[in-house]
């Protein structure tokens, strides 16, 4: 895999989130009944990020969860005999909330269909939302973020690493070539 750009830097990233934390507010005109949940990995410290940005702007920091959908993938049987589980905490009750998944790539829809079929599981909220940092394109399924960082169409050779101080030790986002594909 070679990096071929560094498409967001730190700054860009902060000002990205600050954006889809106002955007958020707008529309859900405030934070009542509005819970974030991250998906793990990366969604989760995004979910803690916006929440933040929330809390310096509304004076209230909405609940924040965290989801593993790792046994509600399509592909879980493909990924492993024994798939990394991250863990699941989500300390409020879901129904007739407005719940605003956050990760950090939108891709193919899966993460995000699995995702809200665990949420379901959980409760019947009033709303799901969708945010992301990055949404590069190649839908197989019929979603789209309410709430995105950068839309950045890619080509399917190519991918998104989204690096997060909390996980990697730095903020940035590197389109990279995938090597020996076309």
């Known amino acids: ?16 989130l600050t954006r889809i934390a ?20 990366r969604g989760v410290p995004l979910a803690e990020r916006i929440a933040e940005k929330i809390l310096s702007i509304e004076g209230t920091k909405p609940p924040v969860g965290i989801l593993d959908i790792t046994f509600y993938r399509d592909d879980l049987s493909m990924l492993s005999e024994h798939p990394v589980v991250n863990g699941t905490s989500i300390d409020f009750v879901v129904n007739n909330k407005t719940i ?6 939108l891709y193919t829809g899966r993460t995000c269909r699995a995702a809200i079929e665990a949420v379901f599981d959980m409760g019947r909220p009033s709303c799901i939302q969708l945010a992301i940092l990055i949404d590069r394109g190649h ?44």
Not at 1 to 16: Q, S
Not at 22 to 40: M, S, Y
């Open 1 to 16: 895999m070679t990096e071929k750009a560094i498409l967001l830097d730190e700054a860009a990233i902060n000002r990205a």
């Open 22 to 41: 106002h955007e958020i507010l707008e529309k859900n005109k405030g934070i009542e009944d509005l819970c974030l949940i991250g998906i793990q990995r």
């Open 100 to 105: 605003v998944l956050i990760d950090d790539v």
């Open 139 to 182: 839908r197989e399924l019929p979603i789209r973020a309410d709430y995105f960082g950068k839309n950045i169409p890619t080509s399917r050779s190519e991918s998104i690493h989204v690096r997060l101080i909390e996980i990697d030790g730095e903020d940035s986002v590197v389109l990279c070539e995938n090597q020996g594909e076309s």
